[in-house]
């Protein structure tokens, strides 16, 4: 009785070191010397953890491209160019846009969804509009 | 000279965390509410112009704050403590030999040789954690700690906001006079509030009394540290560096509980997930402890009630880092020192006596099994790392946690859980 206690402590508490000690009777693992780490979203995802933060996006205004319920990642070390999908910040609240930024043109904060309009970054505006950073990649989970 | 120090650190550090993800208060007078939601301990500057100080109870503040537009938020440790990590994490990137000194203040060194231009530089440093964490800080630049901590003081200093613009380098003698005749001694790093008075009574009123009083006098007067603090504003380093990788020399949990308790159960409840927070910042810096203090209190703020303010030390019989181990002794300690009818507001443990290792010493009179739960331990970290603090917990911690702090108006784990992530539209 004490005996099958014992067994059944060892393989709850250490299942690993069980099945180690099975495979050392066995044929060397010819793979062992190939062993690496498995593959990592987060080293593909996140370059820098310190300035990158987890948005989620609850509107349809960069549709089809980012969609509703997504994730983005976002990276605010990085500088916003024209081209950048951005999270923004107008009248108080986090917006999910693509920034535009052309010659002679004044800078717009553009939405891959048609119905909404462009808004246009003025200096003079009275609500400051601010980009807070720069998305990487998105993730939608179905 | 080749190396001056820096003091970086985060201005109104708790209420900008929480602005970082509520631009809708970005210009508002902000406030942080203690972990119990009894008091303001964290104030920006909107706040701070609206005359509401350090400590001031909530219920008085709140109105005040509502009639103008702000907001008070409550305690939320866990993104506090994350906010914390990034911004010394940044930092650890631009200066020499850093040290996390607090958990919104870093100490370091610059190099003029690589750093040709401090001015240039301290603004970069600024510039770089607006940038990368959204946050305003701070940066005193001097040749001691002692004076790098002055310059931060006067970087800060709202009659001079204008000119710093939060920062200032002492990189000439005539910089460091200038506001060293100008800093009263209670903003001298090393001069609490006891010795400014007496420093006062004697005429000492500024940083450059101070520093020009006689030495030998004032160490026999006031002891060595003064004596420190004196040679540190001649410019002679006394205050060593701690290198940031020292594991702590002893870990302190503790906090009010959110409503009185007068119950010994509830109290075993609220010591017990203080003692498992305590062994888990032990395990992560890879430490066994040999003696634990217990402490409980009740609320000193309340003049009408009964006070009892005990704590109690004892020694481990050998040294642990095991949570279960742990909390057994401390729910012996906490029944020691227990006493009917007060109404607790607190209770607290403090673990210290570090070994890098486990003792392995066997005495003939340790009858204890050896410690063989860090098969347990590892697990319940593990656990608790995927699916959020408190996931798995021993059963002492209990289940309905009533004493535990009404955590209404505590901002979201933002950064560290996905069910709390920020939103964008």
């Not at chain 2, 009894?38 to 001031?56: P, T």
């Not at chain 2, 990788?245 to 302190?252: E, G, K, L, N, S």
Request: hydrophobic share 40%.
């Amino acid at each position: 009785m004490q005996l099958y206690q014992s067994f059944i402590e060892a393989t709850n508490d250490a299942p690993l070191l069980f099945i180690e000690q099975s495979v050392a009777a066995g044929f060397p693992n010819p793979c062992e010397e190939f062993l690496t780490k498995p593959i990592s979203l987060d080293t593909l995802l996140i370059k820098r953890a310190s300035s990158t933060f987890l948005v989620r996006v609850t509107g349809t205004s960069m549709e089809p491209t980012i969609p509703s319920g997504a994730l983005v990642v976002v990276d605010k070390s990085i500088d916003a160019i024209n081209g950048s999908i951005v999270v923004a910040v107008v009248d108080n609240e986090f917006i999910l846009k693509e920034l535009r930024v052309v010659k002679n043109a004044p800078t717009v904060l553009h939405s891959h969804n048609s119905f909404y309009e462009d808004i246009i970054i003025d200096e003079s505006n009275e609500e400051r509009t601010d980009v807070w950073g720069v998305v990487t990649s998105f993730i939608k989970q179905f | 000279m080749a190396y001056y120090y820096v003091l970086a650190d985060v201005n109104a550090a708790y209420v900008s965390f929480c602005a970082l993800f509520n631009p809708q208060f970005r210009d508002k007078p902000l406030g942080v509410l203690s972990s119990n939601q009894g008091n303001v301990i964290a104030r920006n500057q909107k706040i701070k112009d609206l005359g509401i100080k350090m400590g001031d109870p909530a219920y008085i503040v709140k109105p005040i704050i509502e009639k103008n537009g702000g907001h008070l938020f409550g305690s939320n440790f866990t993104l506090f403590g994350d906010m914390s990590d990034r911004f010394h994490t940044e930092l650890e990137e631009l200066i020499i030999l850093p040290e996390r000194y607090s958990v919104d203040e870093a100490f370091g060194l610059l190099d003029t040789n690589c750093m040709a231009d401090l001015n240039a530089y301290a603004k970069h440093i600024q510039g770089t954690i607006k940038k990368n964490l959204g946050l305003e800080i701070g940066v005193g630049v001097g040749r001691t700690k002692t004076l790098a901590k002055l310059a931060n003081w006067f970087s800060k200093e709202q009659r001079w906001k204008e000119v710093t613009h939060g920062v200032a380098v002492f990189d000439t003698i005539e910089k460091e006079n200038w506001v060293l005749a100008r800093a009263p001694v209670i903003e001298i790093w090393g001069c609490g509030k006891k010795i400014s008075e007496k420093l006062i009574k004697q005429e000492i009123n500024t940083g450059i009394s101070l520093r020009d009083s006689d030495l030998k006098q004032m160490r026999r007067r006031y002891g060595v540290t003064i004596e420190r603090t004196i040679l540190e504003l001649r410019g002679i380093n006394g205050i060593v560096l701690k290198s940031s990788t020292d594991a702590r020399a002893q870990i302190c949990v503790s906090k009010s509980m959110g409503i009185p308790v007068t119950d010994l159960s509830v109290m075993n409840e609220s010591l017990s997930s203080h003692v498992q927070n305590a062994s888990f910042k032990l395990r992560r810096q890879n430490s066994w402890c040999k003696k634990m203090t217990v402490f409980i209190g009740t609320n000193s703020f309340k003049k009408d009630d009964a006070q009892h303010h005990q704590s109690l030390s004892i020694e481990l019989p050998r040294s642990t880092q095991s949570t279960t181990v742990l909390t057994k002794y401390a729910l012996f300690v906490l029944e020691r020192l227990y006493r009917k009818g007060f109404n607790y507001r607190k209770t607290g443990v403090i673990l210290s006596e570090f070994n890098a290792v486990q003792e392995m010493q066997h005495d003939m009179f340790n009858i204890e099994e050896p410690d063989k739960s860090p098969l347990v331990d590892n697990a319940l970290d593990q656990i608790n790392a995927k699916f959020g603090k408190g996931a798995v917990r021993l059963a002492s911690e209990g289940f309905t946690r009533s004493w535990k702090p009404k955590d209404n108006l505590a901002p979201p784990s933002y950064t560290t859980n996905i069910m709390e992530l920020p939103t964008t539209k």
